[in-house]
Structure formats: C-alpha cells, structure tokens
C-alpha cells in the first residue's frame, strides 16, 4: 500500500523514491489529483488560423477536440457524443463546420452545439424527450490562452492562467515573443517512449549537470556552438512561479552582439528588443544569459539552443516545445513541435527548422541520448530494490539543506537563480508534483445531457 | 496546418519489368544499402549518397478521408542534407553515443520494389521497408514500417541515392528515437 505522504515528505528532503518513476499508483495518483487539476498545454492558436480548423490533443486518457469556430473563439470540447459516447472526431486535425458522429449521425457545429439529432421528434418526441436545444458538447472546464499557448484545466475553478503562470511568464515570454507577432508551430512530431513522464520534465526544467556527459557526442563532432560542454556549470538556472529553466553564460558583449553570438539576424534583434521589457532584455545585456531549457509544470517544456548548421560554421538557433503526455506509468507519449518568430524572415525559418530536425525531436542528436537514459531508468525503477533506494536529488546543498552558495544576486530575471550546477529547479518541480499529489481530488459535478428540464 | 497530397497512392505508371537491367540494378542497389546499414557501416553508406542528397521522412497524420493531405508538408522526421546525414554519421562514430551502445540489433526487409526510368536518365525505385529493431535483452522489439521514394543517379561505379522520400506508416512512432536510417 502507497504511503503518498511518505513519499511525497521523502521528495522534500530531496531523497527521491526510485519506484515513483514507475509505479501505476503513483501514477493514478498523478491522474486524479494532477492532471484532474493543473493547467495543462493543449496546442498553440498558429495550429489552427482559420476558421474551421482544428485539432485533436489528449490530457491522459481524455480527448479534446481544440477547434477554431466561425466567429474565431478558440475552444476545446470533450471528444465525445452525448448520445452513446462515441468519438465524434477521429482524426488529428483538420478543417470542418460539423462535426458527425458516426454512429448515429448526431452532429454538432465546430463550436460545439449540437444541431442534428436524426428522428428527434420520432425517436424522443421532440424537446420533451430529449432537450436539444443548448446542448453542445462537453467543453473542457476551463480554457485560457497566453501568447498563443492554449491551455485547459479539468478543474473548473482553477486559477486564471496569467495567476498561475505568474513570474514564470518573464521566462515563457523570451520563448514565446520574439515580436508582437509571436510563435508559430510546426508539427508535432509524435512517438512514444517506454518512459516515465516526469523524467523529461525535470531533465528540462533544470539539468545542466547532465549536458557535458549525456550530450558529449554533439560536443565531440563540433555540432553545438559553444565548444565545451562543461560550459555549462557557468549558465543560471532560475525557479519562478510554475516554472523553472536553465540558461547559457554568453561572451562579453550587448544585446545585439550576445543576441548575434547565438545566430539571430539583425532585423529579428531589433523586434526583440522593442518586444521584450527591460527586465528581459537585461537578461541578456547585463547578466549575460541566453535561455535554455526549461519546464512548466506539468508537463510542457521548452528549449532554445544554437548549433552549427552547415559546413561554413552558420550558427542558427532554434525553439521547440515539448509536450510528455502520460500513457501509463512506464510509457510516455512526447509531442515535440518546431517554434518560430512568426514574424522571422523566410531564410531564417528554413534554417532554424533545419537546425531544430537535427538537434531534437524523433531524430534529435541531443535527444537521441536523452531517452535512451530515459527508458533505461524507467526500466529498473519497476522492481522491489527500487522500493528501498532514495535517489539523492540534493545536488547545490549543504547537508543541513543550506545553498551551497547564495542566489545570484542583482538577477535580471524573477524567481530565485543559482549560477553553476545544482538541482534546485528539479526539487521545485518535484515540490508542486508533491503538493498536488497531497491535495484531494478537486471535487465535480456530472452533466445529464438532455434529461428533462 | 498545410499538408503535402495523400501519400499512400501507389504510383500509377507502369514500372520496368523485373527482367530489365535497370530494375535488377535498382533492387540490387536497396538490397545491398540494407546490407551495409544492417551491418552499421555508416561510413559506406554515405558513400552511397550523391552529394546533393535530400533525405527527407515527412510526420504522418491521421486526417478524414477527402481531407486531401495525410502528412506534413513543413514537418518530417527527418529532413537532412549531406551535411546532417554526416553530423550523425560522424556522431555514431564518437565514444559518447550512448544511446546506440550497446547498439540495436536490426534488420531490414526490402520488398515491392518498383522501377521507373526518369527523363533524366536516373531512376526513380519505390520500395516497402519493414524495420524490426531490437534493443537491450529484456526489451520489446520495435518495428517501423514505410514505404521509401528514392532517386537513383548513375555514376561511374553505381548508382547514388539523390533522394529519398519515407513514407512511415505511423503518425505516433512507436519507437524510442530514429537513431538510425530508413
């Protein structure tokens, strides 16, 4: 029998139980007191521009259709009839005024309300029997938008988004706007990988430790920009509301030279800097950093790296985001999409993309070797001798829990940052994954759908 | 959220017969580039490529029939030039590939191959693969299987692959990463 408190008290000492990287009750756990709450990324507004467009995406086992409708709101409906349950889209995306579902042709419009209902005076006798009229449907508790980035809870009183994004919204931005005119996305890529999903969000959210090691091939072949891997202990890594990221220290130099260094043209430069507040441009122009990797919890993750492109030594960066949906306990399903400043010129989005193909996703060189590690750990974490080890995950602390050295200080950024290696943003993340599992479920409400008013 | 035409359409022009010379060579030249990936010697198959390759495996996409496209136009798998095929090449061949060593054991069935002649002299060759993939001891096999589009270019010693188009069967691949070649 699972002790949640007990491991979740284990977690904050930082001494990981090993099982909790596959364990089905730790993941139904995750699934009831999670993902029935936090706020979870779904898809971004440049997968569906027109009216009519839309596309399918999961939260666990539950499916959403996210759909454009007529008039351009963006919502996210419960992938099921209300008549006998049938999925009444059965494709990935798309573009449709209706959607019908195929068992008995009820059909609903691509905002959700129901608008055919075959015999319905035959069948139900009309209104008394079954009350078609407003029924639309099932839409996701809550849905919320920032800088293009749907997200949705199925908790209907969650926080506004903004409120929960909180300071990690600096960080998500300097991702997310490069320009007023924000990203725009391209695929997902989709596989999955017999690995637990918390692994990869804690990877991105702040392991710098692991680059020089896990990614030394990139390294070795004069892929990667900067020329050393262990590079890496002099980048920061910052916590900050939900989220928490990893950064690179830049040469001496501004805005545009540093901006420069990692591949940006000038005319994106220019759109930064008047896209970005002081705060993040200071980021860069004063504390030298460039944003790397980073999670916001859950599971959404990012990362922006600059490799070397073509046999000239063209340094191109790159954004991709990152999605590790729960299958089970040992299985994960990963979305990983290529981001772009919509704004950026054609050249460069050419560029970026090829730069993004060979360092992540399905057949990323950085990602290869981080999944492999991914599924080995998963693996062995499903017996009784991972039940008796703690993983130390107390890295940057002193044994009476102290920070081995003080924050940064006069960082640019909010939240808290350490420079040089350290697992504070993991122990972040592991804290609110400890916090939710702790909470009871939210409590809900069932929907009789056309019962008698 | 543009897509290239549906794909899975078998070419309706009529292939050269199994009889001619250029089919025997075209099936000959997959049967031994199998071979040479098979045996991991990534090196030779480099030296199978033209120069100007592209090498491209677009994502699939589950889309209603009509919908008019069942891939991604501005997505793939992969999506390479001689440079990045020879980054990765390069980079199986560094001590810090982890996730290739141990490697996977694998072998590649090529099968339904279809020839064509170009205008240009080259040949265009449409082949199935079924790649079984098995890792570690305990683990269960992967298997991707595609169709593939290729180019073959006549040079002195052989042929060159100039493209490759993968066709993977999959729109979620059910396989740890693509640290490896189609």
Not at chain 1, 64 to 83: K, P, Q, S, W, Y
Not at chain 1, 321 to 345: G, I, K
Not at chain 1, 369 to 390: H, K, Q
Not at chain 2, 98 to 112: G, I, K
Request: glycine letters at 8%; aromatic letters at 10%; one cysteine or more.
């Amino acid at each position: 029998m699972l002790d949640v408190a007990a491991v979740v008290a284990d977690v904050r000492r930082g001494m990981i139980p090993a099982h909790v990287y596959n364990d089905p009750e730790i993941f139904a756990l995750e699934r009831d007191r999670l993902f029935s709450r936090a706020w979870v990324f779904l898809a971004h507004e440049s997968e569906i521009p027109e009216p009519g467009d839309y596309v399918v995406r999961r939260v666990l086992a539950d499916s959403f259709i996210v759909a454009r409708d007529e008039d351009g709101t963006v919502r996210a409906m419960f992938n099921m009839c209300l008549h006998r349950g049938m999925q009444v889209c059965r494709a990935e995306m798309g573009n449709a005024s209706h959607f019908r579902c195929p068992y008995h042709a009820w059909t609903y419009r691509n905002d959700g309300r129901l608008v055919g209902l075959p015999f319905h005076v035959d069948a139900y006798g009309g209104e008394d029997g079954f009350a078609k009229e407003g029924q639309s449907l099932l839409p996701a508790p809550a849905l919320d938008v920032h800088q293009g980035l749907i997200f949705i809870s199925l908790d209907p009183d969650a926080p506004p988004l903004r409120d929960h994004l909180g300071d990690f919204a600096f960080y998500l931005d300097l991702y997310a706007r490069q320009s007023p005119a924000g990203l725009e996305l391209r695929g997902p890529q989709r596989w999955r990988i017999k690995a637990n999903w918390k692994i990869g969000a804690e990877n991105f959210a702040g392991d710098s430790y692991h680059t020089p090691h896990t990614h030394a091939s990139v390294v070795d072949i004069g892929l990667f920009r900067e020329p050393k891997a262990n590079k890496r202990k002099e980048g920061a890594l910052y916590t900050a509301g939900p989220g928490a990221g990893t950064t690179y220290k830049l040469p001496p130099g501004d805005l545009t030279t540093r901006l420069r260094h990692v591949g940006y043209p000038d005319e994106m430069i220019t759109r930064m800097r008047g896209a970005w507040t002081r705060a993040q441009r200071g980021l860069v122009e004063n504390d030298g950093f460039m944003i790397s990797a980073a999670t916001l919890f859950p599971n959404l993750s990012l990362v922006h790296n600059w490799p070397k492109i073509d046999d000239s030594g063209t340094v191109v960066p790159f954004i991709s985001l990152r999605q590790w949906q729960p299958v089970s306990a040992n299985e994960t399903e990963v979305l990983s999409w290529f981001a772009v400043d919509a704004a950026a010129p054609e050249p460069f989005k050419r560029d970026s993309y090829k730069a993004y193909v060979m360092c992540f996703g399905s057949s990323g060189m950085f990602e290869q070797d981080d999944v492999e590690n991914w599924v080995s750990i998963t693996d062995v974490a499903a017996g009784t001798m991972a039940r008796r080890l703690n993983l130390n995950s107390r890295m940057g602390l002193t044994s009476a829990g102290k920070p081995l050295k003080p924050p940064l200080a006069g960082f640019s950024g909010p939240g808290t940052a350490y420079q040089g290696f350290g697992e504070f943003n993991q122990r972040h993340w592991l804290s609110m994954w400890g916090d939710h599992l702790l909470r009871p479920p939210p409590v809900h409400t069932s929907a009789d759908m056309g019962a008698a008013r | 959220m543009t897509g290239t035409t549906e794909t899975n359409t078998a070419n309706v022009n009529v292939p050269l017969r199994y009889t001619d010379p250029d089919h025997q060579d075209a099936h000959q030249f997959l049967v031994e580039e199998a071979a040479t990936l098979d045996r991991q010697d990534f090196a030779g198959w480099l030296r199978l490529l033209a120069e100007d390759i592209r090498y491209v495996m677009p994502v699939r996409v589950t889309t209603a029939r009509g919908a008019g496209f069942d891939s991604l136009a501005d997505m793939g798998h992969f999506d390479e030039d001689m440079y990045a095929l020879r980054k990765r090449v390069e980079r199986f061949g560094t001590q810090h590939a982890w996730t290739e060593d141990p490697p996977s054991r694998t072998r590649r069935l090529v099968t339904n191959v279809r020839t064509f002649r170009t205008g240009h002299g080259e040949l265009r060759v449409e082949s199935y693969l079924l790649l079984f993939r098995s890792r570690g001891d305990t683990r269960d096999h992967d298997l991707l299987s595609a169709g593939r589009a290729d180019i073959l270019r006549p040079a002195p010693d052989g042929h060159r692959l100039a493209r490759r188009e993968i066709t993977v069967d999959e729109s979620v691949l059910r396989t740890q990463n693509l640290a490896l070649f189609l």
